[in-house]
């Protein structure tokens, strides 16, 4: 259990900065998931601290285990392609899933520039404008 005495100082002090900022941006996350008002706003603190505190912690992993094996460690490399390429997708994903949900439930979003419900009211003039020149059709068949 005495690993310690066998790591240079070298590798000791990037490890322990990269383990101090990995977790205080993970920190910071987390505050931003709890303090921020709407869904939409709290899904960006996770999704993008995680994916850059989870990197810091997984280099800093990678520096210890590569100095105290005297090899490179690979493991932690596949894990941040892993991270890197999964935790953006699911955070669209998420949010997506959300969008269509208030769509459905005939919600505006309260958070601002409008995004989709500008698209989906522009939608609904034109189905509109559709369904009127349809009409218009059926009457002079007649």
Known sequence: MNHIAAIPAWAIV?????LVIGG???LIGALGLLRL????????GPAITVTLGAGCLLVASM????????RPVIHEI???VFL???????????MRAAVYRDLR????????AGGIYRFQEEDAQRNEQHSEQGSNNE????
């Not at 008002?37 to 960006?44: E, M």
């Not at 890197?84 to 998420?94: E, H, K, R, S």
């Not at 439930?105 to 601002?112: E, M, Q, V, W």
């Open 14 to 18: 990037p490890v322990s900065l990269l």
């Open 24 to 26: 205080s941006i993970v």
């Open 37 to 44: 008002p709407s869904f939409y706003q709290r899904i960006h």
């Open 63 to 70: 520096i210890y285990f590569t100095v105290l094996q005297s």
């Open 78 to 80: 596949i894990i941040s």
């Open 84 to 94: 890197l390429l999964t935790a953006p997708i699911v955070a669209m994903m998420i």
């Open 105 to 112: 439930a005939g919600k505006k979003d309260g958070g601002g």
């Open 139 to 142: 009457n002079r068949n007649e």
